[in-house]
């Protein structure tokens, strides 16, 4: 990926790195550039819920953190007005992949989306999560 006007590799990851519940969680920015970013997590057991998944809460935190990542790429800061998600199936893996894109920004209002997906040991990714978000640029 390539980098665009707004936040490049290098911001976003220290955008991730100032956020106490991103490094809490161990989120990793590893790609951004024209609108897009990915975002990795390792499993991490204390984040699971009665059943030994991946908690929602946690879910809804990558997807909105990958869609707001993908639309500062584009726009700089922004803030989430609106956000859905939809859990497919049980996040259980060795890694969790998040893939934020932004569908469009314009001067008052961007849309981005992300695809969460749940590696196993065999390297193998499944679709478990997405969501959409509506952000507000907050302007330089």
Request: glycine letters at 10%; one cysteine or more.
């Amino acid at each position: 990926m390539t980098t665009s006007p707004g936040f490049d590799l290098p911001r976003l990851v220290a955008t991730n790195a100032s956020a106490a519940f991103n490094r809490l969680a161990g989120f990793e920015v590893v790609a951004a550039g024209d609108g897009a970013v990915e975002v990795h997590m390792r499993w991490n057991g204390d984040f699971t819920q009665y059943a030994g998944h991946l908690h929602a809460g946690v879910i809804a935190a990558l997807l909105d953190t990958a869609c707001g990542f993908a639309a500062a790429n584009v726009v700089g800061n922004v803030v989430a007005s609106h956000f859905s998600m939809n859990c497919l199936r049980p996040a259980v893996g060795r890694r969790f992949i998040v893939k934020g894109t932004t569908v469009r920004a314009g001067r008052k209002q961007a849309f981005a989306r992300a695809e969460l997906f749940a590696e196993n040991e065999a390297g193998e990714a499944v679709l478990v999560a997405t969501g959409e978000t509506v952000l507000v640029p907050l302007g330089a």
